[in-house]
T-cell receptor
Framework: GAVVSQHPSRVICKSGTSVKIECRSL??????MFWYRQFPKQSLMLMAT?????????EQGVEKDKFLINHASLTLSTLTVTSAHPEDSSFYIC?????????????FGPGTRLTVT | AQSVTQPDIHITVSEGASLELRCNYS??????LFWYVQSPGQGLQLLLK??????LVQGIKGFEAEFKRSQSSFNLRKPSVHWSDAAEYFC????????????FGDGTTLTVKP
């Protein structure tokens, strides 16, 4: 149980284009999802908290107009990297919290490797 | 400032040897505590968690962790390491007062020698 999927697993795009990454909770409902960015050999950096039916909450320093987050249902959140640039190349990981589970454990997706050329 | 510290960036152990990965936190209250494991190019998998109660918690893959309030620590242990345990390990904490968002340590890379 508690499986989170991400799609695509890898994507290469050209500078200036937009890329959408999907995060789905497959066997539970998630009112809260998180989006992280991870650089090589580093820890996870929280970008934003996505709440179903409301606007995402962005961490300080994260451009909300560049990283658009939509949490349209209890099982799906999307991250769109708009006008991507090479410096946006990174490993993006989403996680979800089960609305019926007490405590704050998160279930992570397998990640999406974004390369902007 | 609130923080999570994993003092060991890289640890190498021989297969079959015991393992202890350290984690310290600095928060006013007892947080929710987690250990996650990440294989290369993958997401994170929850190994175990502590919310309350028995301070020694058992997790998956033969891991356990002990919460020590007096030391603000939550160290991860395994009595006998397997080659497949080689991975990145992250300690994380979450607080009620922070909407349950998790703060992660910088991670410890585990290498297992044959």
């Amino acid at each position: 149980g508690a499986v989170v999927s991400q799609h695509p697993s890898r994507v290469i795009c050209k500078s200036g284009t937009s890329v959408k990454i999907e995060c789905r909770s497959l066997d539970f409902q998630a009112t809260t999802m998180f989006w992280y960015r991870q650089f090589p050999k580093q820890s996870l950096m929280l970008m934003a908290t996505s709440n179903e039916g409301s606007k995402a909450t962005y961490e300080q320093g994260v451009e909300k107009d560049k990283f658009l987050i939509n949490h349209a249902s209890l099982t799906l959140s999307t991250l769109t990297v708009t006008s991507a640039h090479p410096e946006d190349s990174s490993f993006y990981i989403c996680s979800a919290r089960d609305r019926h589970t007490l405590g704050y454990e998160q279930y992570f997706g397998p990640g999406t490797r974004l390369t902007v050329t | 400032a609130q923080s999570v510290t994993q003092p060991d960036i890289h640890i190498t152990v021989s297969e079959g040897a015991s393992l202890e990965l350290r984690c310290n936190y600095s928060y006013g209250a007892t947080p929710y505590l987690f250990w996650y494991v990440q294989s290369p190019g993958q997401g994170l998998q929850l190994l175990l968690k502590y919310f309350s109660g028995d301070t020694l918690v058992q997790g998956i893959k033969g891991f356990e962790a002990e919460f020590k309030r007096s030391q603000s620590s939550f160290n991860l242990r395994k009595p006998s390491v397997h080659w497949s345990d080689a991975a990145e390990y992250f300690c994380a904490v979450a607080l009620n007062t922070n909407a349950g968002k998790s703060t992660f340590g910088d991670g410890t890379t585990l290498t297992v020698k044959p």
